[in-house]
Nanobody
Framework: QVQLVESGGGLVQAGGSLRLSCAAS????????MGWYRQAPGKQRELVAT???????NYQDSVKGRFTISRDNGKNTVYLQMNSLKPEDPAVYYC?????????????WGQGTQVTVSS
C-alpha cells in the first residue's frame, strides 16, 4: 500500500510562488496517474493537475501557464510548482495516486497541505 505525504504549503503573497511536494512511501513508477487536487472552504474538491506514468501532464484551465506538475521517479516524489499565485488559489491541496484497474489497482490520497495567498 502506498502512502502519500504532502508538504510545501504555506502563506505567500499574490504573485508569489510555492512548490508543493508529494512524497510516496513506495515507488510511483507503476501508478498510472499522479495528481494534485484542491479544496477551498465551501467548495468541492477539484482537479488541479495530473501526470501519467509516461510523463504526460494535464492542467485545469485556470492554472495553465502558472502551475507545473512534475515527477522524480528516483525520489518517488511528485511536485507542483505554483507561480503567479492568485487570491483564488488558496485551498488545501491534496496529492493523489490512482491506478483504476488491474491487480495493482489502487486509489491513494495524502492528508493535504494548506496554501494561503494574501493580497
Amino acid at each position: 500500500q502506498v502512502q502519500l505525504v504532502e508538504s510545501g504549503g504555506g502563506l505567500v503573497q499574490a504573485g508569489g510562488s510555492l512548490r508543493l511536494s508529494c512524497a510516496a512511501s513506495g515507488t510511483i513508477f507503476s501508478i498510472n496517474v499522479m495528481g494534485w487536487y484542491r479544496q477551498a472552504p465551501g467548495k468541492q474538491r477539484e482537479l488541479v493537475a495530473t501526470i501519467t506514468s509516461g510523463g504526460k501532464a494535464n492542467y485545469q484551465d485556470s492554472v495553465k501557464g502558472r502551475f507545473t506538475i512534475s515527477r522524480d521517479n528516483g525520489k518517488n516524489t511528485v511536485y507542483l510548482q505554483m507561480n503567479s499565485l492568485k487570491p483564488e488559489d488558496p485551498a488545501v491541496y491534496y496529492c493523489r495516486g490512482h491506478t483504476p484497474s488491474g491487480f495493482d489497482a489502487g486509489d491513494y490520497w495524502g492528508q493535504g497541505t494548506q496554501v494561503t495567498v494574501s493580497s
